[in-house]
């Protein structure tokens, strides 16, 4: 049997027979039938909920007149990657905004909830990076696709249609780097953070872990700014019309 955290735990006595059959569907099996559910996807499931509940409460209490701090919070947030995104993208940037916003709070609130006693960071094991990865690989090439049709080939060749066939492989491979790239940035700092305040806890729990939980705030903020950021970069080189 794993090592559970106490949600862990809950879920996988309740929930065990369905994760297990949703597991079956997909043929796959778990090598613990009776704990299916592992910890990183507890902590997702757990941060998921807070989402929704945190936008269901934003969205009951909207107000122009006398808005509150979450309302702040969250107009701060996606106006600052609006602003960004029309930097970076130009014109009709607005259109990905939503899913840069949503990507961005996803990532800092997985990175953050490591800090409560009795969770872990989901973002300091590598799946789940690479899921925020490859769904940012495919949403990217998908707008390319939508903007672009079949032209959106072209992006992988150059400008000089004589070097396209070494191009083409060169540029293909550096789109499939893009996917490590952005996984292994955000899982080895997220990881090396937390294993770093455990370390120091253990030796003197008083103190001075308050001083590495502070520096994994901050590596939480720049780790979501640097993947947003680059997220946006990719957004703008499938989209844009120059070439």
Known sequence: ???????????????????????GVLHIHSHHPQAPITNYVAMQLLVFVILVLGCAIVRSRLSVDNPGPIQHTMESIDGFIAKQGEEIIGHGSERYTAYLTVLGVYILTCCLIGLIPGFEAPTAIPSVPLGCALVTWFYYHYQGIRLKGFGYIRNFMGPVPVMAPLLLPIEMFSHLARVMSLTIRLFANMFAGDM???????????????????????VSFIQTYIFVLLA??????AVSHEH
Do not use: D, R
């Open 196 to 218: 770093v305040t455990l370390v120091f806890f253990s030796l003197c729990p008083i103190a001075i872990p308050v001083v590495f939980m502070l520096l994994h705030i901050g």
């Open 1 to 23: 049997m794993p090592e559970q955290l106490w949600i862990t735990a809950f879920l996988n006595k309740y929930l065990a027979g369905l994760a297990n059959a949703i597991l």
């Open 232 to 237: 946006t970069v990719y957004i703008s080189e």
